[in-house]
């Protein structure tokens, strides 16, 4: 102990003190610890979501009519729809002619005539006339097209035939929503069956590798063998890896089918067993090709370019309109208003503009020849699409059926390779090739259920 300023100091301190000083420094310490790992705990419960929140399971009815109801796609074509419906519409109405409401103001000079000199303007002399240089006009005006050559009845049948097109373009576009669901989800079952057959050849060949690795070890098989194993067991993994990522493109565009967020994964039913029978005979399928929305397109488009054809030939008729007004007239210097009101028809005969008129008919007669040669390309396109789909079912079912046989074959084969390999009576290269032989027919069998 040493004396300073008259206070004794302690320079060494008593065991009992510093084991209690260790002691509290290691509770503070365990006590800190278990603070940051309750906290971290908590953070993870409340920020981090369980990953199979973000899994969808639908069935394909699901799927189909969710996409019906929220597809972007197919909203855009029904606003189409309807905005051709209401142009329809407002082309039907303009035949009820035009009202306007009209008001002018002038500022003269000098005074002028406030209305049009009539025989009752005159008798009342020439002082009693209402002269201001500052009016007011306002009123409303009628118009009302009597006959136009026929030119706005065909214009309101080509808006009528434009919504009707705009109809044949939204059940179009609703079949093809459908048929791409379709796709999309037997595309996503035949990656989920082609993983599975994945994951049986890589748990065969990683089994194989364990066993090689014993064998190897204690000198029965060169290490060649599990050299071999080893790369296709690493190509079986990266070749799961590709298909796994193919698998997540077509989940998000199923996902953006239905008008959801991309991010999430969509889980969908296995492919069934049972080979599709075609229930409908093929002469209905043929004889309602009129009935394809292509084909009613093409066929309202042809009538379209036939109606411009008319309209560009009225232009050579004459045009008769009647019309009515009702105006008031007054001014800041006279105390009255005046009214005037008067209805009229009147003729248009059109005589020369440069041939413009001839012009505009050859056109539409070209528009309507082009129309007509589109129409029998519909027609073509569609029974070549129909034959199409035809021998791909056809050629389907014989691959299906060709597949499950192939799978019950290589299956045995495998078996059988695998069992004179392990008895030393085969080669790592006829296990392999076995192997490589099975994976490939059950990823065959699947393409086969999704076709």
Known sequence: MQVMHGLPIHTEASPLSCRKIRFLSLLRAVAFLFGVLLAFEIHAQTVAPPTNATVLH??????????????????????????????????????????????????????????????????????????????????????????LGGKLKNQIQIAHLESQKAAALLEGTRWQVRFNVVSLYSAAQTLDQVLSALDQQIAALGQTKTNLDEMVRIGRRPEVDRLKVLDE????????????????????????MLGRGPTGHVAVD?????????????????GGIENNSAVRSAHLAAEQAERNVRVARSDYLPKIYAGASYIEHTGTEIDRTLETWGASVSVVFPLFEGNVRGKRVAAAMERQAAAEEMLGQAKLKVQAELQEALAKLDAARVALEAAQVRVAAATEAARIEQARYDTGAGTIEDLLRARAREQGARAALATARGD
């Open 58 to 147: 639908l069935t394909l009815a699901q799927a189909i009519d969710e996409a019906l109801k929220a597809n972007p796609g197919l909203k855009a074509a029904g606003h189409q729809n309807r905005a051709a419906v209401n142009d329809a519409s407002a082309a039907a109405r303009s035949r009820w002619g035009e009202v306007d409401a009209t008001g002018t103001y002038g500022y003269f000079n000098d005074d002028q005539i406030l209305r049009p000199m009539s025989r009752e303007l005159v008798s009342g002399g020439l002082a009693g006339m209402p002269f201001d240089r500052s009016q007011f006009h306002y009123g409303f005006t009628y118009q009302f097209p009597l006959y």
């Open 270 to 286: 296995p492919l069934p067993d049972a080979i599709p029978k075609l229930d409908v005979p093929e002469a209905a399928l043929t």
């Open 233 to 256: 067991l690493e190509a079986a993994r990266s070749q799961r890896a590709a298909v796994e990522s193919d698998r997540v493109k077509v989940g998000a565009l199923l996902l953006a």
